[in-house]
């Protein structure tokens, strides 16, 4: 398997990975997001695993296609911004609390854990979902 990042990424380059819709998914981007921390000497990655897992899945079950996730910094203030691309339609919103329900619980985690989060349309079809944390 290659490694989930280059050694060292260039300046101006954007930390990306491209992840097939299966199951290994939200692990693989949950590692991705922890070794950027690491890169970037954020010592505590704890939510932000929670949010790319949420984000990934999310995609996972409502996308289309392959997930790309991003990590940025935010210019303004320096904080990470997690970025997952999917090529599905229609836009992510946080569902009302079902305590009964098996699922449906991912964004209002993502909107608790995070500084901000939003998504966006892409221009080529599909849709970013993104999370400052």
Not at 31 to 43: L, N, P
Request: glycine content about 12%; overall charge negative.
């Amino acid at each position: 398997m290659a490694p989930l990042l280059p050694k060292a990424v260039a300046p101006g380059e954007v930390p990306t990975i491209v992840l097939e819709p299966s199951g290994r998914a939200p692990a693989l981007a949950r590692r991705f997001v922890a070794e950027c921390f690491r890169e970037w000497g954020i010592a505590d990655d704890s939510d932000a695993r929670v949010v790319v897992s949420e984000l990934v899945t999310n995609s996972l079950l409502h996308g289309k296609g392959q997930i790309v996730v991003r990590m940025v910094r935010d210019e303004t203030d320096g904080r990470p911004v997690i970025e997952a691309w999917d090529g599905g339609d229609g836009t992510p919103e946080i569902q009302p609390e079902d305590h009964a329900a098996m699922g449906g619980r991912g964004l209002l985690m993502v909107s608790q854990l995070a500084v901000a989060w939003g998504t966006r349309p892409l221009l080529e079809g599909g849709k970013v979902t993104w999370a400052k944390c």
